[in-house]
């Protein structure tokens, strides 16, 4: 036996149980795409939805044009928007999910162990208390706070995740909180800026991610 | 010239136990079960190697419960830290004799 690389075996493979211990890797790039994929999609829904909207609103304005069985009211927008946002966020959820599942199955990690699970809550928390927060601003009609909100919670979801799996969800998640900032002084714009995040940068940082350690 | 050997730990030359720390220097807590899935070794193995480590102070054992099901923990102790860290530099040493 070559005793001259004993040591250094022994020290990566130190290095190999301590990042397998505390850190979730089988994360797939692949997630990212899809759930970036879906979202690109919810987006392009909604915004058809608007545009079909601020037709309507446009016709009301212009008597004869405007037909009241065919209107499309705000409360139904809302609920459109609604949906669409629910929609989206699932088929991202079960998509990443799936990746994520046959990578784990894959490399013959368990999916469930105690790195998942932390990882989990450290990402639900902060996802969940700016979901609260978005819930009580569109009770109160700030609608336009709900897209940066949305970027901004996340992002710092992702900043906070990156402690226990792969270490680039951190600069994810920095793109994301660029991204929600700057949209709270461009606020009439918030579905091009929620389209760039959870669309562009998902499937950037997807893309990079399968290149760097799938391929 | 000073023999590199005689600063790594006889403690830490099993596989095993050098595993344990790795684990516990990274995690606060980690659970009887949890190591053995990490390390894949029987649970009389690597009670064994647990023992050995405790009775050098190494690491911290705590007993509790979750139900009526034991829930053994385990954490590492500033004597432990400060062993391995001792360790691994000696690892890193002999490495840059080598070169």
């Known amino acids: 036996m070559d005793s001259q690389h004993q040591p250094l075996e022994t020290l990566q493979d130190i290095k190999r149980i301590m990042e397998r211990s505390s850190r979730f890797i089988s994360l797939s790039g692949w997630s990212g795409v899809s759930a970036g994929i879906c979202a690109l999609i919810g987006a392009w829904v909604a915004h058809s939805r608007l545009g079909s909207f601020i037709v309507y609103q446009t016709a009301r304005t212009h008597k004869g044009v405007y037909n009241e069985y065919n209107a499309y009211t705000s409360t139904e927008l809302f609920t459109d928007l609604i949906v669409i946002a629910v929609v989206t966020f699932i088929a991202a959820f079960v998509s990443a999910f799936f990746f994520t599942y046959i990578r784990s199955r894959r490399n013959g990690v368990p999916l469930w162990d105690r790195t998942v699970q932390r990882l989990t809550w450290n990402t639900i928390l902060p996802m969940a208390v700016g979901g609260i927060m978005l819930l009580r601003a569109l009770q109160m009609g700030y609608y336009e706070l709900v897209a940066p909100g949305c970027l901004i919670f996340y992002g710092l979801a992702l900043v906070n995740a990156s402690k226990y799996t792969l270490g680039e969800v951190r600069y994810l998640g920095y793109g994301q909180i660029f991204l929600g900032i700057l949209n709270l002084w461009i606020i009439n714009e918030g579905l091009y800026f929620w389209a760039a995040g959870f669309g562009v940068l998902h499937i950037l940082y997807g893309a990079v991610m399968w290149w760097k350690y799938e391929r | ?99």
């Open chain 2, 1 to 99: 010239m000073k023999n590199p050997i005689g600063n790594l730990n006889k403690i830490f030359d099993s596989r095993i136990r050098l595993g344990v720390m790795s684990i516990l220097m990274v995690n606060e807590e980690v659970s009887f079960n949890d190591l053995k899935q990490m390390m894949e070794v029987t649970d009389g193995n690597l009670a064994s190697h647990l023992v050995n480590l405790e009775e050098n102070g190494f690491i911290k054992v705590h007993k509790g419960f979750i139900g009526r099901k034991t829930n053994t923990t385990y954490s590492i102790t500033k004597a432990g830290e400060k062993a391995f860290r001792e360790h691994i530099e000696a690892l890193e040493n002999m490495i840059k004799g080598v070169r």
